[in-house]
């Protein structure tokens, strides 16, 4: 793995966002958001916007969601089946300020630790939604 700089991600993302922002509010207005504008993936007709739209249809509400659903979800955003939605406004934010919010609340860096995609693996209806299993060759 790539060493990366570990850096605040304020001084990564320079745009408005809900500061100190719990990871479930973020998830909700996200999924919330996703799932009002789902004719942006709809209209596309192609894989991405298939497996983008499976992946909004199957997003739990976040009292039913897990807290490594809600961070692959958040890295779907980033770069995965949700990242079509990254620099669209809820009307507050971007949805990608409500990443990135999560990500410095939490003290978090944007990646998967190798136990958290085990978890989804084995336990999430997720995981074969994902980006990395519905792009695979």
């Known amino acids: 793995m790539m060493d990366v700089e570990r850096r605040p991600v304020s001084r990564i993302w320079n745009e408005a966002m809900p500061i100190g922002i719990l990871p479930t509010d973020a998830y909700t207005a996200i999924r919330k958001w996703c799932r009002a504008n789902t004719s942006i993936v709809t209209q596309r007709g192609d894989h991405y916007g298939n497996a983008a739209l499976a992946l909004v249809k199957a997003l739990p509400p976040a009292t039913k969601a897990s807290k490594v659903e ?59 939604l994902l980006f990395e299993n519905t792009h695979r060759k």
């Open 70 to 128: 809600i961070w692959a979800v958040f890295l779907e955003v980033l770069y995965g089946n949700l990242e079509w939605a990254f620099q669209h406004v809820d009307g507050e934010y971007k949805i990608a300020a409500y990443v990135f919010a999560a990500l410095e609340a939490a003290n978090r860096q944007p990646v998967m630790k190798e136990e958290e995609q085990n978890d989804l693996r084995t336990n999430s209806a997720l995981w074969p």
